[in-house]
């Protein structure tokens, strides 16, 4: 899987769009990108996936470049609740390319903090 | 939220003995997986199922072992617990193995 670069923090105000980047400058054709956050003391959540195409859920806004090596989480309207480190993965969609089902590798994150 | 329990939350436990936790899911999905966090390691896949009595070992199985009977729980057994397996398990589960995977609460596992 390739790697991932995530700055480790980033601040918001509430009610502003948070802006996460990620770097993946060694992805591959067949390697999607995943975006996973976790609030302290809870288990992690899934919250958007693409592979070429922006995308966009009742979550966030996932913005991929053109030649697919960065891309940004977009949370329009961050609250509180927000604050979180995210995690940006980037892995071959299980069961293609020949290989079966595996887990998730997290690297560390940007703890986002969402200030009041 | 995905209905996934897991238990106990919280468990002290001593060196030697033996260890079960327990992943139950409500959602029918037919993939689930148990996983450890730790400081400075991230999530690490112990074992995962892909179907009642199917599983397969992830990166860090040694000294675990796992069974799933029905579709809905997925057993973790530490069979004789160690210090070093002191860590946070986390279970998920997806209905098709392929993108989203939904994460339980945690169990905090601590072997003294």
């Known amino acids: 899987d390739a790697k991932t670069t995530q700055p480790p923090s980033m601040d918001c105000a509430e009610g502003r769009a948070a802006n996460l980047p990620c770097n993946h400058s060694?992805?591959?054709?067949?390697?999607?990108v995943y975006w996973y956050r976790q609030i302290h003391s809870q288990g992690p959540q899934y919250i958007i996936h693409?592979?070429?195409n922006n995308e966009t859920n009742e979550m966030a806004s996932l913005i991929i470049t053109e030649d697919r090596k960065s891309s940004t989480l977009i949370l329009p309207h961050a609250t509180l609740r927000d604050t979180a480190v995210y995690y940006c993965?980037?892995?071959?969609?299980?069961?293609?390319?020949?290989?079966?089902?595996?887990?998730?590798?997290f690297g560390k994150g940007t703890h986002l903090i969402i200030q009041p | 939220d995905a209905g996934i329990t897991q238990s106990p939350r919280h468990k002290v436990t001593e060196t030697g003995t033996p260890v079960t936790l327990r992943c139950h899911q409500t959602e029918n999905h037919r993939y689930m997986y148990w996983y450890r966090q730790d400081p400075g390691h991230g999530l690490r896949l112990i074992h995962y199922s892909y179907g009642v009595k199917d599983t397969d070992k992830g990166e860090v199985s040694d000294g675990y072992s796992v069974s799933r009977s029905k579709t809905e729980d997925f057993l973790l057994t530490l069979e004789s617990a160690t210090s070093s397996q002191t860590s946070v398990y986390f279970c998920?589960?997806?209905?098709?193995?392929?993108?989203?995977?939904?994460f339980g609460p945690g169990t905090r596992l601590t072997v003294t």
């Open positions: 060694t992805i591959s054709g067949n390697e999607y």
């Open positions: 993965i980037v892995r071959v969609a299980p069961f293609t390319s020949g290989g079966g089902a595996d887990g998730l590798t």
């Open positions: 693409g592979l070429k």
């Open positions: 998920a589960i997806s209905e098709s193995g392929v993108h989203e995977q939904y």
